[in-house]
């Protein structure tokens, strides 16, 4: 373990990416009986999963580029084993789960604009976007050549760049101003897995990205906190009246 500084370096960035999103898994969940409507219940929700998930993921990445067969490949097991085929797996999986809370967010916000105005075709595209990130970070796990590689980049960085934009577009119409600081660091953490992805590509041992996702991703528990409406327990005063419609919770 440990063989060289830059791994030193990367397993102190996933550790501490593991603690802070625990962190915010744990006061995102927790903090789901205090908030007063289902609008700011689903997000604490889903940002506790996202959390969860980066607490398993950095976790296992620390095992992995620690572990003798594995040490060369960064977070990749090697090609063709057993560990290689679960590891594609899970990225798939982490990857959906975040695309599935950020184009929840996105659809939240459009309701909740007064004209429910679409936000660059976003409900036209979503489905398109959420295959082409899925399937750019399956793609980006088998390249071995360069056109295979650039293919991966463009399956991810695109959509993930459209992401970013719909973010700011919607999040200007909603005058709810939880869920526009709520958004707003959401376009940071968006942000901070481009900046992922640029590192990864430079070096598999250049993970600290990682940590910046999971500090926004406990901002954003704590903004929830700070500005929502709490219940009438918690707060001592009549819950404010309900901003989301019948099937927001779903979302």
Known sequence: MFDSPLIIFDSLALFMAMVISGLAAFRAVSSR???????YRSRALWTGTVGLMVLLFAAWAILLENTGSSVTFGLVPPYGTPEFYAYVFLSAL??????AWIDSTIRVALELDFLHRDALGWRRLRLVVGISVVAGIVVAQFATVTWELLTSVLLLGVPTSYEVAALVVVGRRVRDATMRRYMKWMGFLVMATLLQLATTYVSPFLNFPLTVFAYFLYVMTTSLLKTAPLSVAVAGTPAHVQLSPPNQESL
């Open 33 to 39: 009986r205090v908030l007063a409507t289902p609008l």
């Open 94 to 99: 982490v990857v959906a789960v975040a695309f």
